[in-house]
């Protein structure tokens, strides 16, 4: 594997793109059996540059017994398909919990965080694509690969169905097993590159067959999850969801620039959507992970505190915190911390 991953930032919390790593030294240690081939930092036989532009990795997983590790929360640099041939799997998207059952396929936008294992694998056969279609938010325009064959119609649809709707588990439809049967098995013969037209084929194949699925099960579409107010809904979800998010110095034009949105826009939906504006949500964000870390951890002192959520004077926090809760952080944690005691006493 190439040793430099990329980061990915997701409005400016950082996961690394996934790189399967607990995946490769299962491999490594003959837990399971791993075949895939793949661009970039991925693990597998490496394609040549010019095949397949956008396929980030096409592969299986063989895992005849439970394993001791699990992907933990990531996101992709493109669409995932994964597709449970056989055995069971935990697998989680947004923080919804689904166990995987043989035929079901489940999807992941490159927007959508999400996790395989609850923590760890279990005994299953497991099939993936992760395709690149030039989006990292809800709000762009898919570019499919030049060597996507479906008609622009088609395409069209394909790519509103997979927009308008973030459902991510599917019962298969006929077909979409065969494809990805055929999938392992040129990958599994694949000598540099040698399967590419078989490979290209059966990609497109199971891409027309996944149309032809999601169009039988009649999905209610919601344009509204492609807009860049949907964007910033996501953004303002991290925000408060994720305290790493917190400490980071942001400023509205930084908030703005990472939901490809121009600062008055960008303002416009914060408030549309909380009744504020983008540094007041932020400092609501940080106050509330304030007093979470002063009721449950009494050993950290009010100053690491207010660092750790993102201020940079403690003097300031104190006023703020004060007009916020109706007390000094220290009282606060003092009252947390006495009816932590009365718990204890109590139990």
């Known amino acids: 594997m190439p040793s430099t991953i990329p980061i990915y930032r997701d409005h400016d919390e950082t ?6 790593r607990p995946l490769v030294e299962a491999a490594r240690l003959n837990s399971l059996r791993l075949v895939a081939l793949c661009h970039g930092h991925y693990p597998g036989k490496v394609l040549p540059d010019h095949a397949m532009p956008g396929i980030k990795m096409v592969g299986f997983w063989d895992a005849s017994e439970c394993q001791t590790w699990g992907l933990p929360w990531h996101f992709n640099e493109g669409l995932e398909l994964s597709f449970l041939e056989s055995g069971s799997q935990d697998y989680s998207v947004d923080g919804r919990d689904y166990r995987l059952r043989p035929d079901d396929l489940a999807i992941a936008r490159p927007w959508q965080r999400h996790r395989v294992g609850n923590p760890n694998i279990n005994a299953s056969r497991l099939h993936w694509i992760i395709l690149d279609v030039g989006v990292r938010r809800p709000d762009q325009a ?5 060597w996507f064959l479906l008609s622009k119609t088609d395409a069209d649809e394909l790519t509103s169905l997979l927009r308008h709707s973030e459902q991510s588990v599917y019962r298969t439809v006929p077909g979409i097993r065969e494809c990805f049967l055929k999938l392992s098995s040129a990958i599994e013969t694949d000598q540099e590159g040698s399967n590419i037209s078989r490979l290209a084929i059966t990609v497109n194949d199971l891409f027309l067959k996944l149309l032809d699925g999601l169009r039988q ?20 979800r991290d925000l408060a969801n994720n305290p790493g998010n917190l400490s980071i110095d942001w400023t509205v034009e930084d908030m703005a620039s990472n939901c490809g949105l121009h600062k008055t826009q960008f303002t416009h939906h914060v408030r549309c959507l909380t009744n504020v504006s983008p540094l007041q949500f932020l400092n ?7 007093a979470q870390m002063l009721q449950s ?3 950290i002192s009010v100053t690491e505190v207010a660092l750790d959520a993102g201020f940079n004077s403690s003097q300031y926090f104190a006023t703020v915190f004060t007009h916020r809760f109706g007390c000094s952080p220290s009282v606060f944690k003092a009252q947390g911390s006495h009816l932590g005691n009365q718990q204890d006493g109590s139990a």
């Open 15 to 20: 996961y690394r793109a996934d790189s399967c």
């Open 284 to 290: 609501r964000c940080r106050l509330d992970y304030a």
């Open 142 to 146: 898919w570019k499919w690969p030049p």
């Open 217 to 236: 099960k009649k999905i209610k579409l919601d344009e509204s999850l492609s807009t860049t107010r949907r964007t910033v809904t996501l953004f303002l």
């Open 297 to 299: 951890n009494t050993d």
